[in-house]
């Protein structure tokens, strides 16, 4: 029927499905589907199983310095990958990532010193004491909102380091090592050394190496298909407006809970290998704020907050100007965040941001859209 202003309109129909023949006679029916896929995720797909076929092959070819470049570069990007889903899709701030990462190293300690477990299986014993204690400090955070809770958080993780200095079992306040015996029967490094006939220090960085890359990815596949299930909407509604997302339906409550967990969850793995790898611990150490918060921070804000993109443009942003300006000292702190400032202020989304939004490639898309339209027969 023809609208008075000259436009047409037609009569509203219901949504049909596309399964089974469709009657001859009348319009064309178009098919729409949802999907977040783009060309350049396809191609960043496959490009990204190379990329992760050629890092597992790595200490084939390159020397032990390179294994732990990659180390600090994979370990630094999985801490950060899980602050941006806290803080990026999360909407939780938090200054206070370090206890995770030294609670979840203080386990694996413990473990192979006081009980003998292996060091290895001791990782995931660090990742289950960091989700069990965090129930108790979500209980305590939950309470405060914005920048109370960034506060909490971080006093929170200086109770615990103060807690920690307190276990003489583990070395106290001046820290510990693991013990001999532990590292030279570690589960697989006899194997790796027989296999690429390398020393067993060597060996220990291969393994610890390995295992980093396997978190990494784990990490990146996981937060990425939460994102793109109904509960990374929930969690999308939840950061952007709270009120909004509970008024449809959304609890809000679960969805923060869920994700602090699982972020301390990761976070306490990744500070077991850490310092698995390290081999020796101090509370200073494994709690530190500058070490495994602020860094951490600045990586996710340079590269891009709320993206799985960012974290890995901005831990090769921090690599290289960690290899240039270590050196310097407090210079080497003010340069961090003179370009932490400027990015802020002239890229508030991020590096990943800026590009995203120049050459709309995006990598890990989350967004819905519409595809399709193609005909698939006459609707009678």
Known sequence: MADPRGAHRLPARPARQASGPLPAGGRPVSVYTVTTRTRASRTAFWGALILVAGLALAPLFVGRGTIQDLFFILTMLTLAQFWNLL??????????????????????YGAVILYGVDPVVSILIA?????????????????????????????????????????????????????????????????????????????????AYWLALILVVATIAGIYWLLRTRRGLALAAVRDNEEAARSVGVDAGRMKWVVFLTSAFG??????????????????????????????????????????????????????LQSLFADYGAWYLMLLGLIGIGVMLFAPRGLWGLLSERTGIQLFPVRRRLAGGALKGREG
Do not use: H, N
Not at 92 to 104: D, E, I, P, T
Not at 163 to 192: D, F
């Open 127 to 207: 990742g289950l004491v960091a989700v069990v204690l965090a129930v108790p400090i979500s209980v305590f955070a939950f309470r405060l909102q914005g920048a109370y809770f960034a506060i909490g958080t971080w006093v929170i993780a200086e109770v615990c380091r103060l807690s920690v200095a307190q276990w003489r079992a583990v070395g106290g306040g001046t820290g510990t090592s693991l013990p001999r015996e532990a590292v030279a029967e570690m589960m697989l490094v006899p194997t790796i050394e027989t296999a690429l006939d390398v020393r067993a220090s060597e060996a220990r960085d291969i393994l």
């Open 267 to 320: 976070t306490g793995l990744a500070g077991g290998l850490i310092y698995l790898q390290k081999g020796r611990i101090s509370p200073d150490a494994a709690f530190s704020v500058t070490d495994w918060t602020a860094y951490v921070i600045f990586i996710v804000v340079i590269g891009g907050l709320g993206t799985i993109e960012g974290p890995i443009i901005g831990v090769l942003v921090f690599f290289l």
């Open 87 to 108: 803080a990026g899709y999360g909407g939780l701030v938090s200054v206070g990532q370090q206890a995770f990462v030294g609670l979840g190293a203080y386990a694996l």
